[in-house]
Nanobody, 125 residues
């Protein structure tokens, strides 16, 4: 079954930056909207950002607007999440999946692909 593989997480100090990558296992996933979700310890999984299949539409969770940027490179079948001005509350495991449409929801909805292993982001001094 087609799915995504997440990478790029790590330990970063507050105010720092990271770029996460979400690579598709099959080119057919290029035709779908893609969403990034995160799950902090002891909390529910929540939507962070999404991008439409063509890349023309992006949406963000309010708390990351102006700090995170989602983009996609169709040639590489990869979606990126550039995270700047990171805060300790951004600490979580980050996941990407294909979606029916680019809508950022509090909880996962209309998910088309299996959840991967995720990539862990830790923001701490």
């Amino acid at each position: 079954q087609s799915q995504f593989v997440e990478s790029g997480g790590g330990l970063v100090q507050p105010g720092g930056s990271l770029r996460l990558s979400c690579t598709a296992s099959a080119p057919t996933l290029d035709y779908y909207a893609v969403g990034w979700f995160r799950q902090a310890p002891g909390k529910e999984r929540e939507g962070v950002a999404c991008i439409s299949s063509g890349g023309g539409v992006t949406n963000y969770k309010d708390s990351v607007k102006g700090r995170f940027t989602i983009s996609r490179d169709v040639a590489k079948s990869t979606v990126y999440l550039q995270m700047n001005s990171l805060k300790p509350e951004d600490t979580a495991a980050y996941y990407c999946v294909a979606l029916v449409g680019c809508v950022v929801t509090t909880t996962p909805r209309n998910v088309l692909t299996p959840w991967g292993q995720g990539t862990l982001v830790t923001v701490s001094s």
